[in-house]
């Protein structure tokens, strides 16, 4: 909407019939992914909703009886209080330690290399994009899982220590959902800090500034933005996600998503999964909002 | 052309006094149990008698019958269906009685003790009035013994032509001397069995082969009738063509199969008698039986006019036939005069019409059945992943066999098969559905009934399972019963050796040992049993909830499919939970896993599942062979000896095992009375369930 309002003011001074048939040009470019846009997103969100207010899923010969029930299941149901915070803890240290292993990994690649070598070592980091997700999970049960690989290789070093298993714990879920989701932070940081003027840098050096306080003052702020970007592309899927909770987590592996998923697969209760999705949902707008206060507005340009 | 037309019904069949006693169990040697119920009438020969009369056909008891209480019982009951006895009573004794004990599962124990109809005295056969216009029913009883078989050949050989002599071997089929057999089958002008006796004769239940065997041994315009159970019966003889016509049955519940063969073969008489076509007789004759099998002991046969108003009430598949008028006709008077309608036979047009109908609904179906058509057939079965279906040689056999192919799509949970079927209208066949969800997905028109005469090995189904309340809604079965097992305990052998009952889930010496099934319904039926309630409706939910919490400290892991409890198994992740016991098996079998497979003092929880048509499916006849061959001995001892299976609904099948198979020791008899079977749940207790364990899994992961 912002491109098309633009497009005529800047054409306006030329000429006046350019203007209709670039009017027309981007609107046949934009047509096919705002159409799809339409009928991928927006139709099945918005049935979504209209379930969320019903009684029972509108299948079969079953009436249509609307309610706002589902929106007071944390209330009817509190133990999904704790679930909800067990979601927004993954979510919490998933993105944490994203930003931890990321920003300086970004950092590096977009300071520290070039070329082939950058080339490569961007290769290693969106690989993950390119397995499955399933094969990604199943592997790493045989890395934490007692006399798993972790396992074998603590004790080649350490033989008389006591099995380990992470398998089926919190930390497992978070293992699984970081080696997910860390190519996103990466990404977007590597962004911000391929963007910073090596003139900052060398005008703070030459003004006497060592490296930590360089790091604290100008890089760090400079790579906010893709720091702020990547956590909410990160955060956002994780406090909604299933398979690596189920499959990880074994008994604590209970979030806001493998409740969601319950309610479509198991219970048949459309409407309840769906309420509980979109009350998620508005908890993500709301990090929207907090987020968007909090990044100056170059950030959201950008 | 010699035609038969015979006005009366003669049996020479000993008719005894039945003693029927229902009683808890046979007593013990030495032993004494209190029957609940007791009946004396008259038995053995007189249910034939009884039938033909009820159905309209003047009928005469031609055997001995003697003095004292047994013989006046007999001689009122047979007065009470206006049966003649044309001989007094015999006074050198009383007729013989049978003593009945009945056990509340139905099974029969016989006491027999013979009375003066068992000998010939100074009867002689040849004594019998014996007119142009009768018919004489002769039972394989009759002529099994050893003194009566030869007089009884000897005497059939001297009537003339126009005798009518139909012929039921019963049971003893095979005890017939041989010198009888052929002397008698060779006179008969009707010969009715059922298809177990027919195997007995021809070492095989193919129907070809039993009317293979038959057939040579009669005469070229002798009528050939094999009754089927629940699919009705198979006529062979003059006129009809070398393809069995078959005469499907009206689907009804069966309480008690006895004397349903006896009421068959009175209502075929009777309606022969009356000028019917055969098929039009066998039709009639199927929807007595069927009725009669709706009731409790052994003279159960219907009338005439209770046979009228069941076919009128359109419950027989052969009432809506245009081309039999007859079929749905009240009775006619027997005719005076020989016509060629009284010959059962078939016209050509009669023959197609019955043919292509019953071809187009999906009703003919002959055992060792030939290829369904030339086209390529392919049907979409939605199952669990690695649940028999999808087993390699079996879609190889069915191909080869019927020349459908099948395709599959898998679901994980139960309900995800209800999405699917809601979702994918059309795109299914076959479907298996939980009896436990029988009622739903049937309150949502998502499946059809099944037809069960077009499913022939339905037959041998075990009753109790067929005939489950879960499956059958407004008296029709909305799938046929599959499989069937149980969620019990399954135990890692050696490390867990003392586990007995569902308590050992919480017990703190396996702390952290412990996986269970995510299921909501399995989980709360297993918190139900530990606390002494319904499974299928526990009052107290809150101390299921408890019971569940209890086990906390156990819960490692809970699990979702047959292959992820497997890999955690193997993996040394837990050594205790509840399980399928056809997983069981396999677990055992193919993955040499060390489990024992055990069944709590509080119970199993008992499942049935079924295999099931959606409405939206455009190919029922294909999907219909499928799941007849899906309850076939043939798959079934295949896969369970293969892969290992959870126990066949076909009790066939189960006796078809070899004796050291691992099943006989997952499926104990001992432990079927512990098991709860699991039932239809209102949507409202589904969601209770569901909330319950969801909140248990919500407190396990804090």
């Known amino acids: 909407m912002q491109l098309e309002a633009n497009v005529p003011r800047a054409e306006a001074s030329s000429s006046r019939q350019i203007p209709a048939r670039r009017r027309w040009t981007t609107a046949a470019l934009l047509a096919p992914a705002y159409g799809w846009l339409t009928l991928a997103v927006f139709l099945p969100l918005s049935a979504m909703l209209f379930f969320s207010f019903l009684k029972a899923a509108p299948f079969g010969a079953r009436p249509l009886q609307l309610t706002l029930d589902n929106y007071l299941a944390f209330i009817r149901r509190p133990y999904l209080v704790g679930v909800a915070w067990t979601s927004i803890e993954i979510g919490l240290w998933t993105t944490g330690l994203s930003a931890l292993i990321g920003l300086p990994a970004a950092i590096a690649l977009a300071r520290a290399t070039r070329g082939r070598s950058q080339q490569v070592l961007f290769l290693l980091v969106v690989l993950p994009f390119w397995t499955n997700g399933l094969v990604r999970v199943f592997s790493w049960t045989m890395v934490l899982r007692e006399g798993g690989v972790l396992d074998y290789a603590l004790h080649l070093v350490a033989p008389t220590a006591p099995p380990v298993s992470l398998l089926y714990s919190f930390p497992a879920i978070v293992i699984g959902l970081v080696h997910a989701y860390l190519p996103y932070m990466i990404l977007t940081c590597y962004l911000s800090a391929a963007a910073i003027d090596e003139a900052h840098i060398e005008a703070a050096r030459s003004l006497g500034a060592r490296t930590p306080v360089i790091f604290a003052k100008i890089v760090l702020p400079l790579c906010l933005p893709g720091l702020i970007s990547g956590s909410i592309l990160i955060f956002v899927p994780v406090i909604g996600s299933f398979m690596e909770p189920r499959i990880l987590g074994g008994r604590v592996g209970v979030t806001m998503g493998t409740m969601i998923e319950d309610q479509f697969v198991q219970a048949f209760n459309w409407p309840l999964g769906a309420a509980l999705a979109f009350t998620m949902l508005g908890v993500v707008l709301v990090i929207f909002a907090v987020s968007s206060r909090v990044l100056p507005a170059r950030v959201i340009a950008q | ?702």
Not at chain 2, 195 to 217: C, K, N, S, W
Not at chain 2, 482 to 489: C, F, P, Q, S, V
Request: proline residues 6%.
């Open chain 2, 1 to 702: 052309m010699k035609t038969h037309c015979f006005t009366r019904m003669l049996s020479v069949g000993s008719i005894l006094a039945d003693i029927r006693i229902e009683a808890p169990r046979v007593p013990e040697r030495g032993g004494d149990v209190i029957g609940s119920a007791a009946s004396i009438s008259a038995g053995g020969g007189f249910n034939v008698l009884a039938a033909a009369s009820r159905n309209g056909l003047k009928s005469a008891f031609a055997g001995r019958h003697g003095v004292g209480p047994f013989g006046d019982r007999i001689r009122a009951d047979l007065a009470q269906e206006n049966i003649a006895a044309l001989l007094p009573p015999s006074p050198e004794g009383d007729s013989g009685f049978c003593l009945v004990l009945v056990e509340p599962d139905g099974e029969r124990t016989f006491i027999t003790s013979p009375g003066v109809e068992a000998e010939l005295g100074e009867r002689k056969l040849e004594d019998i009035p014996l007119e142009a216009s009768d018919a004489v029913f002769i039972s394989g009883y009759d002529l099994s013994y050893a003194a009566l078989g030869p007089h009884i050949a000897r005497w059939t050989a001297s009537w003339r032509s126009e005798t009518f002599l139909a012929i039921d071997p019963g049971p003893l089929v095979a005890d017939i001397p041989d010198a009888v057999f052929r002397a008698t089958l060779a006179r008969a002008d009707l010969f009715t069995l059922n298809r177990r006796e027919g195997a007995l004769l021809a070492g095989t239940d193919d129907l070809f082969a039993i009317a293979a065997f038959v057939r040579p041994r009669l005469s070229a315009k002798a009528l050939l009738a094999i009754r089927d159970g629940a699919a009705g019966c198979f006529l062979f003889g003059a006129g009809l063509t070398e393809t069995p016509v078959h005469v499907p049955a009206p689907p009804v519940r069966a309480v008690d199969t006895t004397g349903a063969g006896d009421a068959h073969t009175g209502a075929l008489l009777a309606g022969l008698a009356a000028g019917l076509e055969a098929v039009a007789a066998a039709a009639r004759a199927n929807a007595a039986a069927a009725l009669s099998v709706t009731r409790r002991g052994s003279a159960t046969a219907p009338t005439s006019r209770e046979v009228n108003a069941f076919l009128a009430a359109g419950r027989n598949p052969e009432a809506g036939q245009k081309d039999e008028p007859k079929a749905t006709s009240t009775m006619k008077a027997p005719r005076e005069t020989g016509e060629n309608a009284m010959t059962p036979h078939l016209n050509r047009r009669t023959f197609h019409a019955l043919f292509s109908g019953a071809l187009g609904a999906g009703l003919l179906t002959i055992a060792g059945s030939r290829r369904a058509g030339a086209a390529a057939t392919e049907i979409t079965v939605l199952n669990w992943k690695g649940y028999g279906t999808d087993e390699a040689f079996a879609l190889k056999a069915f191909a080869e066999a019927t020349g459908v192919t099948v395709k599959h799509d898998y679901f994980n949970a139960e309900a995800e098969m209800l999405t699917k079927l809601r979702t994918n209208p059309g795109a299914y066949d076959v479907v298996l559905i939980n009896s436990a969800r029988t009622q739903q997905v049937q309150a949502d028109g998502l499946i059809d009934p099944v037809d069960l005469n077009a499913v022939p090995n339905a037959k041998d189904l075990a009753p109790a399972l067929r005939d489950h309340s879960n499956i059958w809604v407004d008296g029709k079965p909305y799938g046929v019963a599959w499989l069937w097992g149980m969620t019990a305990l399954a135990v890692r052998s050696g490390k867990v050796s003392d586990a007995q009952s569902w308590a050992v889930f919480s017990d703190p010496k396996y702390a952290g040992r412990l996986a269970l099934f995510d299921d909501s319904i399995t989980q709360v039926g297993i918190g139900a049993l530990l606390t002494n309630q319904d499974p299928n409706n526990p009052k107290d939910l809150k101390a299921v909830t408890t019971a569940l919490k209890a086990m906390k400290p156990n819960v490692k892991l809970t699990w979702s499919s047959e292959d992820e409890w497997n890999k955690a198994f193997a993996a040394d992740a837990f050594d205790i939970s509840d399980y399928w016991s056809g997983a069981a098996a396999r677990s055992i079998k193919i993955h040499k896993l060390p489990l024992d497979f055990i069944v709590p003092k509080e119970g199993a929880i008992g499942w049935l599942d079924t295999l099931a048509v959606p409405t939206s499916s455009t190919k029922k006849p294909a999907a219909l062979q499928f799941i007849n061959y899906m309850i076939d001995p043939k798959f079934y001892v295949t896969w369970a000896t293969q892969s290992g299976a959870p126990a066949s609904t076909n009790a066939a099948a189960m006796n078809a095992l070899p004796a050291d198979d691992l099943s006989h020791k997952i499926y104990k008899p001992e432990d079927l009375a512990k098991l709860k079977f699991m039932s239809a749940l209102p949507d409202d207790r589904r969601q209770a369930f569901n909330d319950v364990w969801d909140e248990v899994k919500a407190y396990y992961a804090k």
